[in-house]
């Protein structure tokens, strides 16, 4: 069973920019499809990105996900943030052998803890 934990969030302000990296233990990586979701006050948890290189609309083109698999890590890079975009964002995944789909909440099966992502405007 794999355990993720995130870190990476914080305070900045739009237009700036932040690194989230979810690091995984119990698990390598190469077996899991990984996934990023948030989730904003009062509304439901949505998917952001998934590996290999999968992204919501609303942050295609400024965000991206990659993998390092000696640290074992996962990160979502996020450029040209705005007010929108903040929110908890949640690391999580599930076993590649099954063919879920990618940008559904309950295809996953891990989650880490959550890290907050504030942008001011």
């Known amino acids: 069973q794999v355990q993720l934990v995130e870190s990476g969030g914080g305070l900045v302000q739009a237009g700036g920019s932040l690194r989230l990296s979810c690091a995984a233990s119990g698990g390598f990586l190469t077996r899991y499809q990984m996934g990023w979701f948030r989730q904003a006050p009062g509304k439901e948890r949505e998917f952001v990105a998934a590996s290999s290189a999968y992204c919501a609309d609303s942050v295609k083109g400024r965000f991206t996900i990659s993998r390092d698999y000696a640290k074992n890590t996962v990160y979502l890079q996020m450029n040209s943030l705005k007010p929108e975009d903040t929110g908890v964002y949640y690391c999580?995944?599930?076993?590649?052998?099954?063919?879920?789909?990618?940008?559904?909440?309950?295809?996953?099966?891990?989650w880490g803890q959550g890290t907050q992502v504030t942008v001011s405007s």
């Open positions: 999580a995944a599930y076993d590649s052998f099954y063919g879920r789909s990618y940008y559904s909440k309950g295809a996953y099966d891990y």
